[in-house]
Structure formats: C-alpha cells, structure tokens
C-alpha cells in the first residue's frame, strides 16, 4: 500500500469530527434544546476552523508552497476539497434548522417569526424597543467616493443595505453592523416568542436612512485569519508582542464571507472585490447565519427540553475529610488521590487544594502552569493572596494560548502586580502541561504536594469537560516536577526525569518505546488510547506495525484522526470510536498491557495528544498511575466507553464515520459512568 493511503487528511478529518457533532443536532433521543446547543457548536467550529486552518492554508497557497500532506495534498488541493464539504455542511445544518428543529420547538410553543408574521401590536413594540435601546448605537456607513469601503470585524453579524435616492435614482451601498452586545432573538411579549434583532433593524431602516428607496438588504458575516504569526525568539518582551499581535489580528485577511443564497451578483461582486475572496470563500445559506447564537435559545429555562442536571459530587475521600475537619493534605498523604471531573467537583478537589495552600501557614511556595483559565479564575485569586500573604509564587503563565491571549495578558499582569513570579515558559514551546507543585513543612519533613491533570484550570470548562486529576506526595514525583518547574522558570537543560513523561524531547521516544515493546509480544498485546486527537504518521505507523503484529488496538478519539481503521494487511486490529455527548471529552488515558519492566499493565494520564504538535513544539506531562484502585477506575472508565451497547461512532476501513446505537438511549457511556461515579461515593 502506497504511503499515501496509510494516512487520512488532517484537515478533512476536523471536518468529519464537525459533522459527528452536526448528527447530534439530528438525534430525536436528545433534549431539544440540546440539539440547539449542538447545532450552535458545530458553527463556532467550524468559524475557528476557518479563523486557523483555513487561513493557514491560504497563507501556503500564497506563498506559493505545495508540499504535500503525509496523505499526499497540496494545500490547495485541501483548500478545494473544504470548500466542497463546507457547503454541503452549511445546507445541512440549515435543512436541520428550518426543516427539523423550528417545527419541533414549535410543538413546545417556542417560536422564532418572522417580522411579517408579527401583529401591529407587536411591530409597534418592537420599534419602539428599537427607538429607545437600538437605534441610537447604530452607525450606517456607506460606499461612495468620500466614503471608502469600511472594515468589516472578524465575525461580526452586518446589515448589506442597497439604497436608491427616489429624486435621482443614485443607488449606494452601506454597511450596518450589528452591535454584539444586542440579542440576537429579541423576545415577543412574555412568551418564548422571538424574532431576529436583524428582522426589527431591518423593518426600521427607513430611520437610518431617510427618505432613501430600501431596494436590497440581508444578513453576512466575514471571517478573518485569526492566527498569531509570532516568533518570540525574536521578541525582547514577550507580553508586549502578543498585545501588538492580538491587535494586528483584528484586521487579518479576509478567509470566507457568509451570506444568503440569491444574493445579487453586483453586490456580491462589490463584496469579495473589497474583502480580495474569490468565489471559492464565499458559503451561501438559505436560513439565519451565524448558527452559533442558537445558545441563547438553548439556554432557556424550559427543563423538560433540556438534560437534567447531574449535579457534581465532592470525591468521596475529601467529603469524609472535610465531616472530619481534615485538610487535603492530609488525605494526599494518606493516599494518592483521583478525581474524575465533572463527575466530581473541580470546586472541591484542585480549587480548594490551590485554596488551601494559599491559607495554610505550613505552606511555603506554591507554582502552577496555566494555560487557559476563567476570567473570574478563583485559582488566579487564591494565587494572589498567597503572594500577598509572603509566600513563594510562580507561575508559567502560557499567553498564547490561541482565543485565550487577551484574558492571560490580563492575569499575567494582575498576578505580578500582586509579586507573583509570572513567567511564559520556553521559547519556541508553548506550555501545555497541568501542574500544580505545593511546598509545605509538615510535622516530620518538607514535603511536596503535586497535582497532575488532563484539563486546564478553568472553573468554567470544568463544569463541561471530562477531565481527570492526581494529587499525589510521592518523592519521585515531586522531584520530577520540582525539576520541570526549574527547566520551565530558570535556565538549564532539560533533565532525566524519574517518573514522568515530558515532551518535547522524552514523551515521542518512550511512546515509540511503549508501542514497540507491546508488539513484541504479538497476538497477547494490547494498546487502549482514549485522547482528543491522533495525527502524528510516526506514532500512527507504529501502531501500524503493532496491529501487524498481532496486537489488538482500541483507540478512543474524540477529534482529528489521522489513522486508518481495520484496512486488511495494515491495520486490520486497530478499532476507532469516537463518543460524544453532553460532556466534552477532554482527559488522555493511555493504556499498554504490558509496561516496563514487570510487565504489567501501564496507566498514564496527562495533557498530551498524539500530534506533532504535543510532542515536538509544547511542554507536555503523562504521568503514571500505579495505584490498584486507580487503575481499576481508569479501566473501568475506558471499559464504558468501548461497550458496544453504548451510543458511538465508529470509523470504518472506508475512512467513513458511522453512528451505533442500541434501541434504548439510557446505554449512553457517560450517563453509566456519572451513576458509577454515584453509586461508588454511596458506598
């Protein structure tokens, strides 16, 4: 087989990720509003998609550059292919919404009309709502000789007017831009009655342009290349070249323009040759752009539409402790400790550990990598008193973390206001890893406390994202991040680590290791990958030469899969699913059989993905579980999303994804495991 066909394309492979989300959106078995927020999801998808991917390949294209991929595209070549799928995406998602979702919400009385469908008592409300709150924000610009072609904001939602003075027939064309701090569905009356903010605007423009003809008017949107081209080896100071980057990214290359099917040639014409697009850019839609504001709708409060809570529990070792009056460290000392999020509260586990410490006059330092966090972060909160209060502080603060900048810019300079020790780790890296290390004088030594985890320190995220955390006091342990920090912070070699696997320069070799040891032991092997995405070709083909082996490969991807399933002669013994449902599935837990050493099954857990990404150009960390009860809990966990009974996806040798289902929607792998999660802290 020509190495071509041994890998599928990156690219395509978000796609096909996107549209398993978009089939959620379609599933009957799922609460409505549900379905709404999914179908949001897929549309904020696929703007980042366009914002990074997309625009990196354009810039390819115009430099001239046509490697291929390892599955043999150029980027244009790529670049063809998206447009194609894009828009047979976009004519889904709006038959989903006008055909299937609209006439459903209805039967539930939540209506979204049109403004000719509203009543005179309605129009006449809704105008004087637009009078008083609307119109007074609005700014029409129009194109004419002293007035250029304004700039259009990255994903801002627009007005295009077409007007015609009656007296001499001049016709102009302007731009509207819709503030974003308006609804988008404006409430008729009490009920859940709404309408587009872009329907009122639209039925009160003759305010905004006086004794005007209206001849044209619709909705589009342009999305902009939204990369940060930074090179910080380049850069004296760090934080003050993402802020001049995070500006300059406001005005990035136009990359795609959304706007209604039938618009008029001229006017569209007049659009791409201001925005330089090319009829290849431009995606048609035949319902409402800008999917993404269907979570407003999704947030309603009907609960009969929408999951019922599962709210999240404190970890059974940290409630008897806390009835106990004892402090986490106390339970970290007398056992390591796992928690499985949101299953278990990030609240009680990781944000009362960072608490704690900051109180805990024992404590003498405290350091943690950050990577994404909330605005209102009460771990960035505690970190500060910590400071204030004369403890040791660091931390390795990742500013660019793509969409996330802004905020970490904001932290980073708070954190050090209050005499953290803010860093932005190594250059040409970015900081990937979770990991919290606490420093604390115990009664009988000087013991470090260290957190390992798959998901970001993010109270937000963490009520939405499955992630897995480890406390634990080991000596090795805390001797190995003890020795990150320092490589992170300080200047020196990266060192031998005893227990952990770090990338850039360790995690790609011992992984290669761990595959190659696992087939050496044939048709007996096993290998169970559960991460969010898989692209790596030196990674994929030595799970290649692993199935050929005999070893038997279950792989669970939630994203980007690069690798082929089940092709005879190849991977015939490699099984891929992808599980999606009301939680993201965020945490990495890779599984071998048989590990060093003793040959007995390996556990690891942390922040790395199988891309060249994680392993060559960011600061990574697995860490090993070894205890009895927590690799019983991984397995566990693994155990119910590899049941065949449950709701997955499936990739099939053809490179195509399907969805297995049994008859009953209750064999749904996270709602088993959150009543395991249940059921395991009553006993």
């Known amino acids: ?166 007296d001499t027939g001049e016709q102009r064309f302007a731009r509207l831009k819709i503030p974003k701090n308006l609804p988008r569905f404006m409430r008729i009356g009490n009920a859940n009655h709404f309408v587009l903010v872009e329907e009122v ?240 004088q115990d009664n009988d030594q000087m013991r470090r406390y260290v957190h390992i985890g798959t998901g970001n320190y993010n109270s937000t995220t963490a009520r939405v994202y499955e992630d897995i955390g480890f406390f634990t006091c080991e000596e090795s342990i805390g001797a190995d991040v003890t020795e990150l920090f320092n490589y992170l912070t300080g200047y020196a070699r990266e060192p031998d680590y005893l227990r952990l696997f770090v990338a850039p320069h360790q995690l790609r070799p011992r992984m290669l290791e761990l595959i190659h040891r696992e087939a050496s032991f044939k048709d007996a092997g096993r290998i169970t990958l559960k991460l969010n995405s898989i692209s790596d070709p030196a990674i994929i083909d030595a799970l290649y030469a692993a199935s050929d082996a005999g070893v038997k490969i279950d792989l669970i991807v939630r994203g980007i899969c690069c690798i082929r399933a089940g092709v005879p002669g190849m991977s015939e013994n490699i099984n891929v699913r992808s599980i999606l449902g009301r939680y993201l599935e965020h945490s990495r837990i890779y599984r071998f059989d048989h590990g060093f050493d003793d040959d007995s099954p390996l556990h690891l857990i942390g922040s790395a993905d199988l891309m060249g990404r994680n392993l060559d150009g960011r600061v990574e960390v697995l860490v090993p579980l070894t205890h009895p009860k927590h690799r019983a809990w991984l397995d566990t966990a693994l155990g119910f999303l590899l049941d065949d009974q449950v709701v997955h996806f499936s990739l099939g040798k053809d490179n195509y994804w399907n969805q297995h289902r049994s008859k009953e929607f209750t064999q749904d792998a996270q709602q088993r495991l959150h009543e395991w999660v249940v059921a395991t802290q009553v006993r």
């Open 201 to 440: 605007i639209s039925a009160n423009l003759w305010r905004l342009f006086q004794g005007m003809t209206i001849e044209q008017c619709f909705a589009f949107r342009v999305t902009r290349n939204a990369d940060l081209s930074l090179d910080d080896e380049d850069a004296e100071d760090l934080l003050a070249a993402v802020e001049m980057e995070l500006r300059r990214r406001r005005f990035g290359r136009a990359v795609r323009i959304e706007i209604p099917y039938r618009t008029a040639q001229e006017v569209l014409d007049l659009m791409c040759n201001e925005l330089e697009l090319e009829p290849d850019d431009v995606t048609f839609h035949r319902s409402m752009i800008e999917m993404s504001s269907l979570s407003q709708l999704a947030s309603l409060d009907i609960s009969d539409l929408r999951y019922q809570p599962w709210p999240p529990l404190t970890a059974g070792r940290l409630a008897a402790a806390e009835f106990n009056g004892q402090s986490i460290f106390q339970v970290i000392r007398e056992r390591q400790l796992l928690v499985h999020h949101p299953h278990e509260s990030f609240t009680s586990s990781v944000e009362s550990f960072v608490e704690q410490a900051a109180k805990d006059p024992k404590v003498h330092s405290i350091k943690l990598s950050l990577y994404r966090t909330s605005g209102d972060s009460s771990i960035a909160k505690h970190l500060v008193r910590a400071a204030e209060s004369g403890k040791q502080v660091a931390v390795v603060l990742e500013i660019k973390a793509r969409f996330d900048e802004a905020r970490n810019i904001a932290w980073a300079r708070e954190l050090e206001y209050a005499g953290v020790h803010v860093t932005y780790g190594i250059v040409g890296l970015k900081t990937h890893c979770k990991c919290i290390l606490v420093v604390r």
């Open 1 to 166: 087989m020509d190495i071509e066909s041994r890998f599928i394309n990156r690219e395509l492979s978000w796609l096909d990720f996107n549209d398993r989300v978009l089939v959620l959106a379609m599933d009957n078995d799922i609460p409505l509003l549900e379905r709404c927020r999914f179908l949001a999801i897929s549309s904020s998808n696929l703007d980042e998609f366009y914002q990074i991917r997309v625009s990196a390949l354009k810039d390819q294209v115009a430099g001239d550059v046509s490697t291929k991929t390892p599955d043999g595209r150029t980027p244009l070549e790529q670049l063809r292919e998206i447009t194609i799928r894009t828009q047979d995406f976009v004519r889904r998602q709006d038959d989903i919404w006008t055909k299937d979702l609209l006439p459903q919400l209805e039967l539930y009385d939540v209506r979204v009309v049109e403004w000719s469908q509203l009543s005179a008592q309605d129009k006449a409300k809704l105008s004087d709502d637009f009078d008083r709150r609307i119109f007074p924000v609005l700014t029409p610009l129009a194109v004419d000789p002293a007035h250029p072609f304004p700039y259009i904001s990255n994903l801002a939602l627009n007005l295009a007017v077409v007007a015609r003075d009656p």
